[in-house]
Structures are given as structure tokens and as C-alpha cells.
């Protein structure tokens, strides 16, 4: 699966972006899709992921309620909705898919994702 992010871009704190992730390739056979960040300098961490059909998502505790994921599968697209960004939130999101149905721990790991987007680039300035 070929993943392209877009979206990112520079923002003023409690501002908001929308980033979205277009997949093509095999598609049919993605199951869970997830966004992770960046920051310079640290490891890449778990923000948000969503089932195939939707019906389930998953958020790391710092984005809860500020963050929503979507899909839209006709489009072949995942989207993340954030608002009221702060300048943590500063890094670079990638996007991956999982074509395995891994449990709740799994699907925070980066290896458990097989796919990967190029990242778009999130500045949040305060």
C-alpha cells in the first residue's frame, strides 16, 4: 500500500489542521489505519488509529479529545482532525496502515504497521 500525507503546516497555538492520508495499492486488504509524530531528536510515538470500517479508534491520552480520526473508504482516505493545537504538538505525522488485526497494545507500536506515508511537517507556534 502506497500512502501520501498532506496537510501539515505552520499554526498558531489552540489553532487547528487537518491532515489527510490518501492510500492506493492493495487497500482492500488494510485493516487498521494509524497516524504517528515525530518530534526532532525523539522517538516516533502513537497519536491515533482506526478500524477498517470506522466503527472503532484509538487515541493516545495527549491528543484525546482534541483529535479525531475519520475515514472515509471510498476515497480511500484517512483523515486527522486537530484542534486546539499547542506547541507540543510539534512534529512530523506519518501515516501507516496494518494489514494484521492487532490488539489495543499492538496497534500503538510502530512495528506493528506495515506501510508508511512521507510524514507532513506540523508547527504550532505559541
Known amino acids: 500500500v502506497q500512502l501520501q500525507a498532506s496537510g501539515g503546516g505552520l499554526v498558531q497555538a489552540g489553532g487547528s489542521l487537518r491532515l489527510s492520508c490518501a492510500a492506493s495499492?492493495?487497500?482492500?486488504?488494510?485493516?487498521?489505519m494509524g497516524w504517528f509524530r515525530q518530534a526532532p531528536g525523539k522517538e516516533r510515538v502513537f497519536v491515533a488509529a482506526?478500524?477498517?470500517?470506522?466503527?472503532?479508534?484509538y487515541y493516545a491520552d495527549s491528543v484525546k479529545g482534541r483529535f479525531t480520526i475519520s475515514r472515509d473508504n471510498a476515497r480511500n482516505t484517512v483523515y486527522l482532525q486537530m484542534n486546539s493545537l499547542k506547541p507540543e504538538d510539534t512534529a512530523v505525522y506519518y501515516c501507516?496502515?496494518?494489514?494484521?488485526?492487532?490488539?489495543?497494545?499492538?496497534?500503538?507500536?510502530?512495528?506493528?504497521?506495515?506501510?508508511w506515508g512521507q510524514g507532513t511537517q506540523v508547527t504550532v507556534s505559541s
Open positions: 501507516a496502515v496494518s494489514t494484521v488485526v492487532p490488539d489495543t497494545a499492538a496497534l500503538r507500536r510502530v512495528t506493528t504497521y506495515d506501510d
Open positions: 495499492g492493495r487497500t482492500g486488504s488494510s485493516y487498521i
Open positions: 482506526i478500524s477498517w470500517n470506522g466503527g472503532r479508534t
